[in-house]
C-alpha cells in the first residue's frame, strides 16, 4: 500500500505539487490504479495544511482498495507552483511539448494543457488547469505497466 501511495502522490504531483498554494487549498480525487488485470479504486485528497516563511505542510489522505493512509510532506515555495506559472504554462502550452483542451471531470469543466509524461516515467498526460494543486486530470501508465487515472471530484481555495 506504501509503494501505490508514493507512486499515485507522485503521478498526481509530478511537476511538483501545483498549489496556488494557499494555507487550506485543497483538492479530491477519484483515483484508479490498475496493473496486471487487477484493479483499485479510491479517492487522494491534499490539502495544505501549514504554511510558514516560505515552507508548506501537505497533507495527502489516500484511500484505495479499501485501505487508508495518511501522509504529510514539507515543500519549500520553489517546489510549489503559482497561479502565475500555471497561467504561464496555459498561455504557452505548446512551448511546454502540450495541447488545450476543455476537460469535464466531476468537479468541473476546465481549459486545460495536456501535459505528456516523460517518456523515462511512461506514457499519457496530465491536465493542468487553474484549480487548487494545479491537477485537473492524469491519465499515464508508468514503464513497470501500472496504469494511474485520476480526475478532480472537488476543489476547493484557501484563504
Known amino acids: 500500500m506504501k509503494t501505490i501511495f508514493m507512486s499515485l502522490v507522485s ?8 498549489a496556488m498554494p494557499t494555507m487550506g487549498d485543497n483538492a479530491v480525487y477519484n483515483v484508479t490504479i490498475s496493473q496486471g488485470g487487477q484493479s483499485m479504486q479510491g479517492t487522494l485528497e491534499s ?6 516563511n516560505g515552507s508548506y505542510t501537505v497533507e495527502s489522505k489516500i484511500n484505495l482498495g479499501g485501505q487508508s493512509q495518511v501522509q504529510n510532506q514539507q515543500r519549500s515555495e520553489q517546489e510549489m507552483v503559482s497561479d502565475a506559472l500555471v497561467g504561464q504554462i496555459l498561455g504557452n502550452c505548446a512551448q511546454y511539448g502540450g495541447k488545450l483542451e476543455t476537460v469535464t471531470v466531476p468537479a468541473g469543466t476546465f481549459n486545460t494543457c495536456a501535459l505528456p509524461a516523460d517518456p523515462q516515467d511512461g506514457t499519457g498526460f496530465t ?5 487548487a494543486f494545479g491537477v485537473v486530470k492524469v491519465d499515464t501508465t508508468d514503464t513497470q505497466g501500472q496504469k494511474t487515472y485520476a480526475e478532480l471530484q472537488s476543489f476547493k481555495f484557501g484563504k
Request: hydrophobic letters at 70%; charged letters at 0%.
Open 11 to 18: 503521478v498526481l504531483f509530478a511537476a511538483t505539487a501545483f
Open 47 to 52: 490539502t495544505i495544511t501549514a504554511a510558514n
Open 127 to 131: 491536465w493542468v488547469g487553474q484549480v
